[in-house]
């Protein structure tokens, strides 16, 4: 397949060539995609884009969830919206590792992350800090006048998200978990479905947001992120000064790997058992095997084509890099079966290590590249 492939490549450019040598008009010659460009295009394709529509859909299925828990306080609905919240939860960090693009676009001078989740991409001092001062946050809009579904749209990044969420939720203002106190506090105080329904609006807004960027239109191009990403076209439409951390001037390839590596310097290093949970601490876990899981998917698109990167690694001479990935995705995937923090960084740093060299080396991309190194 790689021969076919390079073969294609060739008489593309051929062709190109004797069509611009051919004509008294003007004429630009794209350079042709290569292999590693098609293998990113197929991973973003069946991988990147299936996270972020099932985070869209999740966070719709939320606000659901939180119109009938509102329309009737009760128990089972009770159960449900904290089952909704979960599954947006896990969704989100199905997404989180590909952090390019649409999720890195500013909106009032903030990332569009941050409106979803602050705390996570915060410092090590705001992420233990602000989060135990988030009930305070939700005292002071009870205490406030009434609260629209738009109400919180001026708010800082802080003060909304799905960590303040799952605050509002999972608990009481006095911090009881207790299911029947959470209900007896909505039932007596109305002004926290408010609240949630406010909370629910300003996710939906940013999972929408970022829908369409990469399904539809990204920055009013008229293209997809998706379009523009992996074909290298960004900066066919901007500049460098007009970059909004969209990858102009980079290819796909690099950005994508600088974004998985992020994300596991962060899961190797930073505390997050301890500093990013509140009442749902075994959900993190299935998040984690959501995130490892599109890493995986990244890696591997053999079932959709023979120019997966494993199988370009492989072809480079790699193999034994190859087998060493694969190694320790199964170890972290075992810690996480496992719920063990000590294998679990361990392993994450591992997959770190792999990404700054094996990937990059096994690709034959850039090797001037800056990574992430240790918590902030």
């Known amino acids: 397949m790689k021969t076919n492939t390079q073969n294609l490549i060739t008489i593309s450019v051929l062709a190109l060539?004797?069509?611009a040598c051919g004509s008294d008009t003007e004429s630009t010659i794209e350079t042709p995609m290569t292999e590693v460009d098609l293998g990113v295009q197929t991973s973003v394709t069946n991988t990147v884009i299936p996270a972020v529509n099932g985070f869209s859909?999740?966070?719709?299925?939320?606000?659901?969830?939180i119109d009938t828990f509102c329309t009737s306080v009760n128990n089972s609905n009770l159960i449900a919206l904290q089952g909704a919240w979960k599954s947006s939860f896990v969704a989100w960090y199905q997404l989180i590792p590909f952090q390019v693009g649409p999720l890195t676009l500013t909106d009032d001078n903030s990332a569009i992350t941050n409106y979803v989740d602050f705390y996570r991409n915060g410092s090590v001092a705001l992420r233990t800090s602000n989060l135990a001062d988030i009930n305070?946050?939700?005292?002071?809009?009870?205490?406030?006048?009434?609260?629209?579904e738009t109400g919180l749209s001026n708010s800082l990044t802080k003060n909304v998200g799905l960590l303040v969420l799952e605050t509002a939720i999972f608990s009481t203002i006095l911090d009881s978990t207790t299911p029947a106190d959470i209900i007896t506090e909505f039932t007596n105080t109305p002004k926290k479905c408010e609240i949630i329904q406010a909370l629910g609006y300003e996710l939906n807004e940013r999972a929408s947001y970022i829908s369409s960027?990469?399904?539809?239109?990204?920055?009013?191009?008229?293209?997809s992120y998706l379009s523009l990403f992996t074909n290298n076209e960004l900066e066919n439409y901007f500049s460098s000064f007009e970059s909004q951390g969209d990858g102009i001037g980079t290819p796909a390839?690099?950005?994508?790997?600088?974004?998985?590596?992020?994300?596991?310097?962060?899961?190797?290093?930073?505390e997050i058992f301890s500093e990013l949970t509140r009442y749902s601490s075994d959900f993190l876990w299935d998040a984690l095997e959501a995130s490892i899981t599109s890493i995986d998917s990244i890696l591997d698109q053999s079932a959709n084509t023979e120019l997966s990167m494993y199988a370009i690694m492989k072809s480079n001479g790699y193999e034994q890099d190859v087998e060493t990935i694969q190694e320790n995705l199964v170890v972290i995937k075992q810690a996480i079966q496992d719920q063990n923090t000590v294998d679990f960084k361990a392993a994450a740093k591992a997959l770190d290590g792999n990404f700054k060299t094996s990937v990059i080396d096994g690709l034959n991309i850039n090797k001037g590249l800056t990574f992430a190194d240790g918590d902030s």
């Open 17 to 19: 060539c004797l069509t």
């Open 57 to 65: 859909q999740s966070i719709s299925n939320l606000n659901t969830n």
């Open 136 to 148: 305070t946050g939700l005292n002071t809009l009870i205490l406030g006048p009434a609260l629209s």
């Open 213 to 223: 960027q990469w399904n539809t239109d990204y920055r009013a191009t008229g293209q």
């Open 253 to 270: 390839s690099e950005a994508l790997i600088v974004a998985i590596q992020e994300f596991l310097d962060f899961t190797g290093n930073a």
